[in-house]
C-alpha cells in the first residue's frame, strides 16, 4: 500500500478503458479519421467515392461509398476492436495489399464521437438498405432502420472527439489547420489510389457551414490515369513542365538482414536482391521548370501513401543539382515486394519501413543523377539499370540515339549553349590567324 491508502499493486485495466485508451492512439486528429473511412471505402471496391464534412468536420465527417456493401452476418462484428476480414494470423501482414488490416477504425471511431451510424446495403439487398447503430464500445446498439439505399456504404461519425474535452477544444481552436490537413491527405488518395484502385475512383470532396451552401473542395472524375487525377486537382498548367517518371532498379539487401535472418532460421521471404519499379510524374531537370515550394510531393509504397523522409530528400537533393532555386513537383508511387517493408509500424500506417533503406536511397539518387546507366524511361526506351556496390559493375551498353536525346532533354547542360559560341570563336580565331 503505498501513502495515502491507495492500493499500487499491479492488476489487469478493465476492458472499457483500455478500448478508451488504445482508440485515442488509432485516431489522432481529423485527417486520420477521414483517412481511415476513405480507405475503407477503397477497400470495399468502391469506384466513387464522396466524403461530405460539417462544419469543417467539426460537426460531422459523412463518408459515401458504391462498394460491395456489409453483408447482413458481419453486423455484430463490424466495429469491434480487431475484426477484420484482410488477415487471420501476423504472418498475414507481410503479404497484404489492402489498406486497412487490423480492424481498429470504427471501433475507434465509436469510441471517440457522439456516435456512429452506418447505412449499408449489398448487391441483393438494395435498394434497401440497413441502419447499423454503434455504441461506445464498438458493440452494435440497433439494426433494425431501414432505408433506401443502392449498394455501398455510408459511414457518419458526429462530433469527433467530443468525449475528450482537451482534444475536442484544441480541435475547435484549429480547425481550419486541420481541416486543410485532411484535404492534403485526400489530395493523396485522389492521385495513385483513385487512379490504381478499382480502375479508377471518382472521389469528391465537400463542405457545408451549417449556414451556408455545400462547397467543393476537390472532385476527380474517375479516369484510371495519374495525370487525369493531377490535372482534375490543379489544372492542366500544372503538368506544363512535368514528365513521366518509370524508372526501375535493383537494391541489394544489406548483410545484417540476411544475417539476422540466418540466425533465427526463419523462413522468409528476404532475398539478396530486391526489385523496385517507380512510376509517377516529376518536374523536368531544368531552369524554372520546378515550385518555388515543396508542396506537391506524394510518395507512396505499393500505392499507399507514406511519409517519405530520406526518399523526398534524396529527390530534392538531386533536383537542386539542376535547379538550385526550386523543388521537383513529385508523385512517386514505389512498387516493391511486400515482404520488403513493414507497413505495421505506426497508428495511421503512413510510416512504413524499408528493409535496406539506406541502399534503397543511394540507388534512387544514383539511377536519378545518371539515367543512362538504368531502366529509366522518360521520352525514350528504357536502357539497362544495375544499381549495385562498385565490385559489381553494371554491363554498360551502348545508348543509340533515342536514349542520348532523352537523356539530354532529361539532364541539359546549363551552360552548353555558351560552350557552343566559345568553341565557334575560338574556331574563327584560328582560321584568321
Known amino acids: 500500500m503505498s501513502d495515502g491508502g491507495r492500493d499500487n499493486s499491479i492488476r489487469a485495466i478493465d476492458a472499457h ?57 458481419d453486423y455484430e462484428g463490424i466495429a469491434l476492436k480487431h475484426y477484420t476480414s484482410k488477415l487471420s494470423s501476423f504472418e498475414d501482414v507481410s503479404r497484404i ?23 449499408t446495403a449489398t448487391a441483393s439487398e438494395a435498394p434497401m438498405g440497413t441502419v ?45 489547420r486541420e481541416f486543410q490537413k485532411a484535404l492534403n491527405i485526400l489530395h493523396a488518395y485522389a ?34 490515369s495519374l495525370r487525369a487525377s493531377a490535372t482534375a486537382l490543379w489544372g492542366t498548367r500544372a503538368l506544363d513542365n512535368v514528365t513521366d517518371l518509370d524508372l526501375s532498379f535493383d537494391v541489394e539487401t544489406e548483410k545484417s538482414v540476411l544475417r539476422r535472418q540466418s540466425q533465427t532460421g526463419a523462413d522468409s521471404e528476404i532475398s539478396p536482391i530486391t526489385p523496385v519499379r517507380a512510376q509517377g ?27 517519405a523522409g530520406k526518399v523526398q530528400k534524396a529527390f530534392n537533393e538531386v533536383y537542386r543539382t539542376f535547379n538550385v532555386n526550386q523543388a521537383p513537383f513529385v508523385i512517386a508511387d514505389f512498387v516493391l515486394p511486400t515482404h520488403a517493408c513493414d507497413i505495421n509500424v505506426s497508428p495511421d500506417k503512413r510510416t512504413i519501413f ?21 531502366r529509366f524511361r522518360l521520352h525514350g526506351r528504357p536502357t539497362m539499370l544495375t544499381s549495385t556496390p562498385s565490385s559489381r559493375r553494371p554491363i554498360k551498353r551502348k545508348r543509340n540515339r533515342r536514349d542520348k536525346l532523352s537523356y539530354h532533354h532529361l ?23
Do not use: W
Open 97 to 119: 495489399h489492402t489498406f486497412g488490416f487490423r480492424g481498429e477504425a470504427l471501433s475507434s471511431l465509436s469510441a471517440l464521437s457522439d456516435g456512429l451510424t452506418i447505412v
Open 191 to 224: 492521385l495513385v489510389p483513385c487512379s490504381k484502385e478499382n480502375k479508377g475512383v471518382r472521389l469528391t470532396v465537400t463542405n457545408q457551414m451549417e449556414k451556408g451552401r455545400k462547397v467543393v473542395q476537390l472532385k476527380t472524375d474517375g479516369t484510371p
Open 281 to 307: 510524374l516529376v518536374s523536368k531537370f531544368v531552369i524554372g521548370a520546378g515550385r518555388t515550394t515543396s508542396d506537391r510531393q506524394y510518395f507512396f509504397i505499393n500505392g499507399r501513401p507514406y511519409n
Open 17 to 73: 478503458s483500455v478500448h478508451h485508451i488504445t482508440s485515442g492512439q488509432v485516431v489522432i486528429d481529423l485527417q486520420s479519421a477521414v483517412k481511415e473511412l476513405v480507405e475503407n471505402s477503397f477497400d470495399a471496391g468502391a469506384t466513387a467515392v464522396e466524403v461530405r464534412f460539417q462544419n469543417y468536420g467539426l460537426k460531422s465527417i459523412e463518408v459515401i461509398d458504391n462498394g460491395a456493401g456489409i453483408a447482413p452476418r
Open 132 to 176: 447499423l447503430e454503434i455504441d461506445g464500445n464498438g458493440r452494435l446498439k440497433n439494426q433494425k432502420g431501414k432505408v433506401a439505399r443502392q449498394r455501398g456504404t455510408t459511414v457518419t461519425v458526429t462530433n469527433l472527439f467530443r468525449p475528450l474535452p482537451v482534444r475536442r477544444k484544441e480541435l475547435e481552436r484549429n480547425i481550419k
Open 411 to 433: 539532364h541539359p547542360h546549363p551552360h552548353s549553349a555558351d560552350r557552343k559560341i566559345a568553341i565557334g570563336r575560338r574556331q574563327l580565331e584560328t582560321h584568321d590567324q
Open 354 to 374: 524499408l528493409h535496406s533503406e539506406n541502399n534503397f536511397v543511394l540507388a534512387l539518387k544514383c539511377m536519378i543523377r545518371n539515367p543512362s546507366r538504368k
